[in-house]
């Protein structure tokens, strides 16, 4: 019920009393004249705008709080952003990343490759370093053969996923094990 509407006809009734006009036909003629009556066709036609526009507001504020989402998981997203650019440049600047090795007290080293500001190299404590066709290659004072330095050279992307793949390997179980190298956990052998 609209108060507003009902105060406007019951002014309008009023009016139409006070003129002495005090028939219920001479009430509806003057509700009629003020325009406050309705069709049954106009007035079902008004319920159904009133359904929509109640429909309509609902869906606005639906969409504002989807908006509201979007927005916020825009803002999560920038702060992700920022973190991995500052993630970035503190792997630029660094020089040498060290990746644990489960079961070994010496963790496998990714360090920059001199000469070469964007190549990285995998080492071991053992004075190796990985390449890629030929695996762990001994390194005393440098890698005389220039194929193969540059086989050991990656970049950073290649270097960190394959430096811990390689130290969570058994290097017993691995494919580049050689049988006849003795492990370091067997016991000495007598001489003599």
Not at 5 to 14: E, K, L, P, Q, Y
Not at 68 to 81: L, N, S
Not at 144 to 167: G, S, V
Request: glycine share 6%.
């Amino acid at each position: 019920m609209n108060v507003h509407r009902v105060n406007a006809a019951a002014g309008v009734i009023h009016a139409a009393m006070e003129k002495g006009k005090i028939l219920p036909a001479n009430a509806a003629y003057a509700l009629e004249a003020a325009g406050l009556l309705q069709s049954p066709e106009s007035a079902a036609e008004l319920a159904q705008l009133r359904e929509q526009a109640a429909s309509l507001r609902q869906e606005i504020y639906d969409i504002r709080l989807r908006r509201d989402d979007a927005r916020a998981g825009r803002e999560d997203a920038e702060r992700e952003a920022d973190r991995l650019r500052k993630r970035v440049a503190e792997l630029e600047g660094a020089t040498a990343f060290e990746v644990p090795r489960p079961g070994n007290a010496f963790p496998l080293l990714v360090q920059r490759s001199y000469g070469h500001t964007d190549r990285w190299s995998i080492c071991d404590r053992e004075g190796r370093r990985w390449t890629r066709h030929v695996g762990w290659c001994p390194e005393f004072g440098g890698i005389a053969d220039e194929h193969l330095r540059d086989d050991a050279r990656f970049t950073l992307a290649e270097a960190l996923p394959l430096a811990r793949r390689l130290a969570a390997e058994d290097p017993h179980d691995s494919l580049l094990h050689h049988t006849y190298r003795l492990g370091h956990d067997l016991p000495e052998m007598p001489r003599g």
